[in-house]
């Protein structure tokens, strides 16, 4: 069962992204993060399959987390969740360290997203 780690500073969005997960079956969620450095140190210790990432959030956004991830697991995809989708996709040009970027304001499609980079075993 693939495992995902969801960090975002907000514990509305991460209980809504955790919902989500638990309603598609195949999925565990190994961890929730509050701040991209929390993110990082929970990668380590659960290894997840897949990283959903906030692009704002405080300590480190997801950005610089994604890049920070990406050094450490290379082959883990990671998906920047985000309201400022216009911003992530012109900063996600020179930063390729996500594989995708999704839209909150379109929350369903997340687990579109996540099975098409996670299918489950």
């Not at 969620?29 to 991209?36: D, H, T, V």
Request: glycine residues 4%.
């Amino acid at each position: 069962m693939p495992h995902v780690l969801i960090a975002d500073d907000s514990q509305h969005i991460r209980k809504m992204v955790s919902r989500l997960l638990q309603a598609e079956s195949g999925y565990d969620l190994c961890a929730e993060a509050e701040n991209g450095k929390e993110a990082i140190d929970l990668a380590l210790q659960c290894r997840p399959d897949l990283i959903i990432l906030d692009l704002s959030m405080p300590e480190m956004n997801g950005l610089q987390a994604a890049h920070e991830l990406k050094k450490l697991m290379p082959k883990v995809p990671i998906i920047l969740f985000t309201l400022h989708e216009e911003l992530a996709n012109h900063i996600a040009v020179v930063n390729m360290d996500v594989d995708r970027i999704v839209s909150k304001s379109e929350p369903s499609s997340l687990m579109g997203h996540v099975r098409s980079l996670v299918p489950t075993w």
